[in-house]
Structure formats: C-alpha cells, structure tokens
C-alpha cells in the first residue's frame, strides 16, 4: 500500500502536468492561427510557382509551435499511461484485500478449531492427571496388600514348616479347601523348600533362571 501511495502522489504531479498542458493547449490554438494565416499568406517565387516564399521569423515561429505541440502531446501521453497503471493497480489491491479478508475468515476458523482442541486437551490432561493419581492410588494399596499377604505366609510358613504346629495346618487346609488359598498359597504354607514370594515375583525369578539358561 505504500507502493500505492506513493503511485498516488506522482499522479498527482502529473495531474499538475496535465492542467499545465491543458493551458499550453488552449495558447496553441491561438498560435494556430497564427501559422495558418503565415501558410495562406504565403506567396509562390518569381522562378517557381510550386515554391513559396518564407521569412526566417515566420520559420522560428512555426519551429516553435512544433517543438510545443510535441511537448505538450508527451507530457498528455505519460499522464495517460501513469492513469490506467494506477486504474490497474486498483485493481488489483481489491483482489488482493478481497482475498486477505477470505483468509483471514479462514484464520479465524482455524484459531477456533485450535482453540477448541486446546480446550479438549486441557480437558484430557486433567482426566489423565486424575487417572495417574488414581493409579498411584491402586499401586499403593496393591503394595499394602503384598506386604499383608507376605506377612501371612510367611507367617503360616513358619508355623506349619519350622515350629510344626498342627492347628496351623488345619487352618491352612481349611482355606485351601474353601477357595481362599490357591494352590501357590498352600504350597508356600507346607512346603519347607519354598520361599514365601509373591506370584509375580516368582514369576520374573522363573523368567529370568530360564533367560539365564538359555544363554548358556
């Protein structure tokens, strides 16, 4: 736009141009005349009718009027030129706010959109913030729960393996039966040669012999 403006200010000059050639015009109607009555008052020579005779003056004069109508016929030119380019550019500076104005509508969808994925995401992180403090939740409770479970077999296990009390071996069997011990649990109970462990680290001790097997 600045281009615009800047475009704007030489037209202007040369509408200045263009007035100033408007009064040139209007004296060159007078010299018009002036040349006419010197060309009809023209007189042919004594040796040939075809040539006519001319003072100096009268040639400076029309020389004069000839170098003005040029002048004046460029200057009209240039100013004509320098309109239709600033027509064009006009033009073309509607086009280009006309699709300034439509991707700005579509900038303004867009910071909508992103505006509501954000919104979404801010919603999401504090479900998935609550889920990780509900996790932690869990683990902690789950670990009390080893530890309880820990300490009763190992308990049982020493009562029933190691001080061989008998009322603690019917205890045992008892849960065995009623579902409440698995056959893991009763095993650990009654079985000196067993550690007490819990399920999921006897597995990874189990996984880890076999990797350590496999390597050899």
């Given amino acids: 736009m600045s281009n615009y ?4 200010k030489q037209l202007a000059k040369k509408e200045q141009k263009l007035e100033k050639a408007n009064t040139q015009t209007k004296i060159l109607d007078n010299s018009s005349n002036d040349i006419n009555k010197i060309l009809n008052s023209l007189k042919p020579t004594k040796l040939n009718k075809n040539n006519m005779v001319i003072s100096n003056e009268d040639v400076q004069r029309i020389k004069s009027y000839t170098e003005d109508v040029k002048d004046i016929t460029q200057t009209v030119r240039s100013v004509n030129d320098l309109n239709m380019a600033i027509k064009d550019f006009e033009h073309s500076a509607f086009e280009i706010e006309k699709e300034n104005r439509s991707l700005k509508y579509e900038i303004e969808l867009k ?3 992103i505006g509501n994925l954000k919104s979404e ?3 999401k992180d504090k479900i998935i913030g609550n889920l ?10 789950l670990q009390k729960f080893k530890n309880f479970w820990h300490s009763i077999m190992s308990y049982f296990h020493k009562r029933i393996c190691y001080n061989k009390d008998n009322n603690y071996k019917i205890v045992s069997d008892d849960l065995y039966k009623n579902g409440i011990f698995d056959s893991n649990d009763n095993e650990i109970a009654n ?4 550690k007490v462990t819990i399920p999921d680290e ?3 001790s189990k996984n880890k012999k076999k990797d350590n097997d496999t390597r050899f």
């Fill in 121 to 123: 995401i801010s919603t």
């Fill in 111 to 113: 910071d909508n959109e």
């Fill in 191 to 194: 079985n000196i040669a067993r």
């Fill in 5 to 8: 403006r800047e475009i704007k």
């Fill in 132 to 141: 990780q403090t509900e996790k932690e939740k869990i683990k902690q409770e």
């Fill in 202 to 204: 006897n597995k990874q």
